[in-house]
């Protein structure tokens, strides 16, 4: 006899006291995913910048110019482009997605030693309805940019064996916490604006964070999703994908584009926030993740924030009171966050709604 699809058990993301069925994670239908995870457009897949010409000390040459202004133009047009030759160290990469597979691998009671408590996304989780009432077809751990934290976490399930974690982990962060700088640099260089007009505000670290996840094979991904449909809450996301497709980004109001993987690369999206502090210059762009039946995909989003007392007011450089005025009253990270936490994200790109201006 064959069991229904919808009935089966979905043992790798079930818990002890939660025993979950495929149905249970299946979504409404308008939110079904209607192209596959590796369906990619080659003449629409998103802009591919190069760092290979960018001196390392600080010059603000051609290639500097160019790729300032491709970066603004892509994260204006896309809200996302492809970085390569971004200067992270492959073996910094690589330690990093080995450490996190191995950790997603062990048995369920080892990984529920780091199980995030309820009411704080820190730590790791299986199936968190994070985005509406919807369960995602993932495990994830989350994390603050924070040594401690990180040794903390490893600590609850490895003991003092959490050093190969720990330091991998901590490694990644430093390298990408390092090329987030560079990027709010440049866009802000391309902007128009001081270089440091964003990253003198993003210095302390308490925010910034990342959140890897991990999403096995799906038996239905034609009604699963890996995660819903949503918008990054912070200024810059720095997303690593393995070479299984899933990310896929809305263009216009209707239209899904798979991104296509590609090798020693990171996609970079512009978060609401930093959508909120050019005026809507650069977009803060819709995208999911959908799961396939086969392959078990890990991506890994660093989402870089401001310091909690910064302001989000957007410069008079990109506000014209008559064709472009301004958009949002300003904010402080810190309340936006607040009211992240206490309502959760939300499913589509609402998050930002509360301080936009009527036209
Ligand atoms: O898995 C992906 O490609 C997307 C992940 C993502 O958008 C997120 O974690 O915010
Ligand atoms: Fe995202």
Known sequence: MTVDVEEQHVESLSSTDQKLCVKDFVWAEEQWPKINHNDFDSGNDIP?????????????????????KDMVHASGKWGFFKLIDHGVAPEIVESMKTMCHELFSLPRDQKMKGVRPIHLPLGYCATNPDYGQNLPWAEIIQLLQSPQQVI?????????????FSDAFIAYMQALDKLGLVILKMLAHGLGLENDFFTKNCEEKEST????????????????????????????????QDEVGGLQVLKGDDKWVGICPTPNSFVINIGDTLEAWTNGRLKSVIHRAVVNKEQCRLSAAYFISPSTYATIDAPPELIDPII?????????????????????RVLGKTALQRYAIAP
């Open 209 to 240: 964070m990342i959140r890897v996840n991990r999403y096995p094979p799906c038996p239905l991904p034609e009604k699963c999703l890996g995660l819903g449909s949503h918008s990054d809450p912070h200024t810059l996301t720095i997303l690593l």
């Open 152 to 164: 903390a976490f490893a600590s609850k399930i490895y003991g003092d064996q959490h050093h190969p």
């Open 48 to 68: 591919v910048i190069s760092l290979g010409n960018i001196s390392k000390v600080q010059k603000f040459d051609k290639d500097y110019e160019n790729a300032c």
């Open 324 to 344: 472009n005025p301004r958009k949002y009253v300003p904010f402080t990270w810190g309340d936006f966050r607040k009211e992240l936490i206490i309502q959760k």
